[in-house]
């Protein structure tokens, strides 16, 4: 699994290269997960300006995908951010578009929300899980 290969980002867009093995399987409807987070990386690039370092966005809902075509080894993932309608929101919207080299569309995701949270909250319930998984382990 290769994943991003080039990567362009403005202030609430970016654009990404994504480059995957053959030998994960897709199909039309069915993405492989690495694809999968492949292009949704490229939504951190387009968070990159967005707001203080200490925070970060978590997907938490889509409204709708919408399966194309089945993908190739290399695709293009544009993510850009929409305007927030609330002052204030701790909460983000986002669409993704998958192309292919010729410019077909591949996926249109529309509607990713995104919610903040603090770093330091993440790592913590990240440190929680971990010891929790060590102490199920004995």
């Known amino acids: 699994f290769y994943g991003i290969e080039q990567l362009w980002h403005g202030t609430e867009a970016a654009l990404g290269r994504i480059h995957l093995s053959p030998s994960l399987k897709t199909t ?5 997960p690495a694809y999968q987070d492949a ?42 951010l929409q305007p927030v ?17 010729t410019g077909q569309r ?12 603090e770093r330091s909250a993440l790592l913590r319930a990240r440190q929680k899980d971990a010891r929790a998984a060590h102490r199920h382990r004995r």
């Open 28 to 32: 039309v409807d069915q993405f492989h």
């Open 39 to 80: 292009c949704l990386q490229v939504l951190g690039a387009a968070l990159a300006n967005h707001d203080a370092p200490e925070h970060a966005y978590m997907p938490i809902g889509i409204d709708k995908v919408d399966y194309y075509q089945q993908p190739g080894e290399r695709v293009w993932s544009f993510a850009q």
């Open 85 to 101: 309608t609330t002052a204030g929101s701790e909460t983000l919207l986002s669409d993704i578009s998958i192309f292919d080299d």
């Open 106 to 117: 591949i996926v249109a995701i529309k509607g990713l929300y995104l919610k903040r949270a």
